[in-house]
């Protein structure tokens, strides 16, 4: 078992940047991937980038590659989304998500444990 919780969203001015972090605890040891997804209400969460927890570079999606950055520290089991150039459409509720075994990492469908949620709302 692993949990998850995100935290750092807040309010911010379009422009302005934010740094997400997402801890987790429990069974760490079995972590082989995370990622970060988002999700605005009516919609389908949304992959933003995942990375191999032992190893490999991040993976991005388009919509988000050189304002997003990924980065992890595997001795304190974190992982954070430094997030620069904020837009109104980044606004969504935005969450940590790991899986222990192989599965496609930009399918919200093979994380089996996910966070709580934290909300970033850009203001224009």
């Known amino acids: 078992q692993v949990m998850l919780a995100e935290y750092g969203g807040g309010l911010v001015q379009a422009g302005g940047s934010l740094r997400l972090s997402c801890a987790a605890s429990?069974?760490?040891?079995?972590?082989?991937?995370m990622s970060w997804f988002r999700q605005v209400p009516g919609k389908e969460r949304e992959f933003l980038v995942g990375?191999?927890?032992?190893?490999?570079?991040?993976s991005y999606a388009d919509s988000v590659e050189g304002r997003f950055t990924l980065s992890k520290d595997n001795a304190k089991s974190m992982m954070y989304l430094e997030v620069n150039d904020l837009k109104p459409e980044d606004t969504a509720v935005y969450y940590c998500?790991?899986?222990?075994?192989?599965?496609?990492?930009?399918?919200?469908?093979?994380?089996?444990?996910w966070g709580q949620g934290t909300q970033v709302t850009v203001l224009s």
């Open positions: 429990g069974s760490t040891f079995r972590l082989y991937a």
């Open positions: 998500a790991a899986m222990t075994t192989a599965g496609v990492i930009t399918s919200d469908t093979a994380y089996p444990y």
């Open positions: 990375t191999w927890w032992t190893g490999g570079s991040p």
